[in-house]
């Protein structure tokens, strides 16, 4: 058997690299190595693991659609905690992932001050947001961990998924958001930005809900 380092292994931009029968201590090993400060994103499910390299297409949509977020829930005068993209692991359950943007929006109380996460005491996040989704692998991670709605961009489309029972069904709306378009105005605010720029294309976004909450 061949046995290679991970500094060996080179994931260009946009590519997945994926590992099948990873033990948890495995896992555990490879974060380690791999460190806090970097580029890559990871997903672990039953033995699977997935390592993966955003294109800056790609971080330029998660910033987009985490700021639209952000919004929404400023002009809602919600509270929440905004922990990007922390990684959440349960070894009972062999999951592990790296969302690009998750949010606490019901939960916030109790995440309020915290800088780590231990999904053994605190609670999942209340909005988890993944950018071109290219495997089952991460939706079912999230489904496992227990987060509650997760938003996918890929191809220019947002699906919204909300959980239900073991796993997640596609639905017409959020139900953080309720009464929003929100799939609607994601579409308009990427491609606004686009023609216009991200800040136009924010400030046009927000002018929209205003209008809709008057």
């Not at 890559?40 to 998660?62: C, F, G």
């Not at 991460?138 to 227990?146: D, K, N, Q, V």
């Not at 639905?171 to 991200?198: H, Y």
């Amino acid at each position: 058997m061949v046995t290679l380092q991970l500094r060996q292994l080179d994931v260009l931009p946009g590519q997945t690299l994926r590992i099948q029968d990873v033990s948890w201590d495995e896992f555990e090993r490879i974060l380690a190595e791999l460190g806090e400060q970097r580029a890559s994103r990871i997903a672990y499910n039953q033995s699977v693991l997935e390592i993966r390299m955003p294109t800056p297409e790609h971080e330029v949509d998660k910033e987009l659609i985490g700021d639209f977020v952000k919004i929404l829930l400023d002009e809602l005068e919600l509270d929440c905690e905004c922990f990007g993209s922390t990684t959440f692991q349960r070894q009972e359950m062999s999951s592990g992932i790296e969302p690009d943007q998750c949010f606490y929006i019901e939960n916030h109380v109790q995440m309020r001050g915290k800088r780590r996460v231990d999904l053994t005491v605190d609670p999942p996040p209340d909005l988890a947001i993944e950018i071109d989704v290219t495997s089952k692998t991460r939706i079912e991670a999230y489904a496992t961990l227990g987060v509650q709605e997760l938003w996918c961009y890929e191809a220019g489309s947002l699906k919204i998924y909300g959980l239900q029972g073991p796993g997640y069904v596609e639905c017409s709306e959020s139900n953080v958001f309720p009464n929003f378009p929100v799939i609607e105005l994601v579409r308009q605010l990427l491609q606004e930005s686009i023609e216009k720029g991200r800040s136009p294309a924010l400030r046009s976004v927000r002018r929209q809900l205003r209008s809709q909450l008057d």
